[in-house]
Nanobody
């Protein structure tokens, strides 16, 4: 059974940091394109970041560029999303996903289109508030 489990969410003050983890079981993340999405209450799901499985290229939504960093630990079969300089607007449920997106080299699309992603985690809540 293919499964993704997110962890690391919580309550943090503006300007703070969190690191989300996404652990895979039943499959090897290295062979899949990876994405992080988020959905705030009452809003549409938003693409946040991605990793191209072929060459490890990464990309970010403009709203998080320079503040968030996606990474992959092959030995732990886990993907991370380091979130720094958090803002109240980052409050959302964060989801990781895996699939086959057929990217060319040096590129991935952070979203919001999610075609090709077929395995999703259950989500982890991130709340940024003072």
């Amino acid at each position: 059974q293919l499964q993704l489990v997110e962890s690391g969410g919580g309550l943090v003050q503006p300007g703070g940091s969190l690191r989300l983890s996404c652990a895979a079981s039943g499959f090897t993340l290295d062979y899949y394109d990876i994405g992080w999405f988020r959905q705030a209450l009452g809003k549409e799901r938003e693409g946040v970041s991605c990793i191209n499985k072929s060459d490890g290229s990464t990309n970010y939504a403009d709203s998080v560029k320079g503040r968030f960093t996606i990474s992959r630990d092959s030995a732990k079969n886990t993907v991370y999303l380091q979130m720094d300089s958090l803002e109240p607007e980052d409050t959302a449920v964060y989801y990781c996903t895996a699939g086959q997106r057929h990217y060319g080299p040096g590129y991935c699309d952070p979203g919001p289109v999610d075609h090709g992603y077929d395995t999703w985690g259950q989500g982890t809540q991130v709340t940024v508030s003072s």
